[in-house]
């Protein structure tokens, strides 16, 4: 009788699935933790490479290369989230890989950010996950090529992700910020408080801008303003430690200074400003959009317009004091000469708040309704009378989620 011989069906060629998926949760975890990149923060070579091929001007170079540095990162997690199913039979691999992989994508994002991520970053994480799972599918077969992809993908990235600010500009913000609260005792409550400060911080930064840059100088009063007016949650995203001994002289100061006779929009003004100083402009402004949005949910204050107006005129004073060493300048010059609390934000009234999501999209049309693009233009118009925000009308607000 002629023997017969059986041969189990062949596994898909590929490395052992435990590395794969000890390598797809570690990087999980690093996208779970790591600041996210950010324009402000890539690195000049790679804005310079970009800007070179795509022609793009300086700012739009760094946001591409931000755009990039977050579609390497999402889309090396899908790679490896593939060579952890390599073993699967095929179908099954893809089914899993491409459900997974976005799931992890989007829970990492949700970690990393503090909510919950909005449509076009769920679109954004789904689709360069996917991208990434499909090369590690054509590339299956290829070891060497899979394993240099990985290490030249992790390492872009790695390389190129902020490690917060400086160690000069930390030292410089927590001096800024013993000068103003040293002051604090005589700065009045209301209005007036809210441009003593800034008078106080600016002056500070002023006597020390011979020395230094005058754009660091100004960067370390808007963090300092942050910290102190805004919120100690700006000195963790700075990767700083804050400074608990002053807390009760900062609580004191919050209470006494309102902007428009308003204690919560210094609040939303100094932390978008320095959000700017961290990252970049339409980054902040994306950020104070979300914080509404998430308001409007059952439970939220609601979203508001009058907020937003407070985060964006402090995104431009931010960008205007800090945009060159000319600019800084002038900044500091415009508030010796004296300005008031009306000067760095126009007046909220009028401007609908406590709107649920509900009323938010039915009513306003969400983000990209003609009701609240209608409304978005009278904030542009009231912007402009602001003498310290410059009078400036393009992209005077522009909501870039990603």
């Not at 299956?140 to 000069?168: C, E, H, Q, Y």
Request: with cysteine; net charge neutral; charged share 15%.
């Amino acid at each position: 009788m002629e023997r017969v011989i059986i041969h189990q069906p062949s596994r898909p060629a590929g490395l052992s699935p435990f590395v794969g998926c000890a390598a797809a949760l570690v990087w999980f975890a690093i996208l779970s933790v790591a600041p996210d990149p950010r324009p402000l923060g890539a690195p000049d070579v790679a804005v310079n490479a970009v800007s070179k091929i795509t022609s793009l001007a300086d700012a739009s170079a760094r946001a591409a290369t931000a755009l990039l540095l977050r579609a390497c990162g999402l889309g090396l997690l899908g790679f490896l989230v593939a060579m952890g199913c390599s073993r699967l039979p095929r179908w099954q691999s893809i089914i899993v890989t491409f459900v997974g992989a976005p799931i992890l994508a989007i829970a990492a994002m949700w970690a990393n950010y503090g909510y919950f991520p909005i449509s076009l970053q769920i679109q954004f994480a789904i689709a360069f996950t996917i991208i990434g799972a499909a090369t590690e599918l054509a590339l299956r077969a290829n070891r060497t090529a899979k394993l240099m992809l990985v290490l030249g993908l992790a390492g872009f990235f790695m390389w190129a992700i902020p490690r917060g600010v400086s160690t000069d500009l930390e030292r410089s913000a927590r001096i800024a910020g013993v000068q103003l609260l040293s002051n604090a005792e005589d700065i009045p409550a209301g209005d007036p408080g809210f441009a003593e400060c800034v008078a106080i911080a600016f002056q500070f930064a002023e006597e020390n801008s011979p020395a230094a840059d005058p754009v660091h100088t100004n960067q370390a009063a808007i963090l300092a303003l942050g910290v102190i007016l805004g919120d100690e949650y700006v000195a963790t995203l700075a990767r700083s430690a804050f400074d608990g001994s002053h807390h009760k002289a900062i609580g004191r100061l919050r209470r006494k200074v309102k902007l428009h006779g308003r204690g919560d929009l210094p609040r939303h003004y100094w932390v978008s400003a320095a959000l700017s100083v961290l990252s970049d402009g339409n980054r902040s402004t994306a950020v104070g959009a979300i914080k509404e949005l998430m308001d409007s949910n059952p439970g939220g204050s609601g979203f508001s317009f009058a907020d937003l107006t407070a985060d964006r005129a402090g995104v431009l004073l931010a960008q205007r004091a800090t945009q060159n060493a000319a600019s800084a300048l002038a900044f500091q010059a415009e508030v010796r000469d004296g300005l008031k609390a009306g000067d760095y934000c126009p007046p909220v009234a009028g401007l609908p708040e406590g709107i649920s999501r509900e009323q938010f999209q039915s009513v306003y049309g969400g983000l990209g309704g003609e009701r609240t693009n209608q409304i978005l233009d009278e904030i542009k118009q009231r912007l402009q009378q602001c003498r310290a925000l410059g009078g400036h009308s393009e992209e005077l607000i522009e909501v870039q989620p990603l």
